[in-house]
């Protein structure tokens, strides 16, 4: 009997909630080399990455706590931080799937 292997599917953790889940579930923020930080949906963007639930109260919670700073090691400016809540806005109250 052969046995098949199964694909490895990376997982990452949401700065906010810690919840560990399947990478591609996640949305990946990145800072630029620019210092600005924006939403990386290839998740492939070169800079410093982390990682958040497509879950409203979890991009408030990240953005509102100072951890997606902590995570990205930087500051984020007023314009910057307010086009990131923006970007959550689009995200129902519970889920986005």
Known sequence: MMHQKSKYIPQRTCIACQQKTDKKDLIRLVRTDKGSIEVDMSARKPGRGAYLCPKRRCWEMALGRK????????????????????????????DLT
């Open 67 to 94: 951890r997606l700073e902590r995570a990205l090691r930087t500051n984020i400016d007023d314009a910057n931080r307010e086009t990131l809540l923006a970007y959550d806005k689009i995200f129902p109250e519970g």
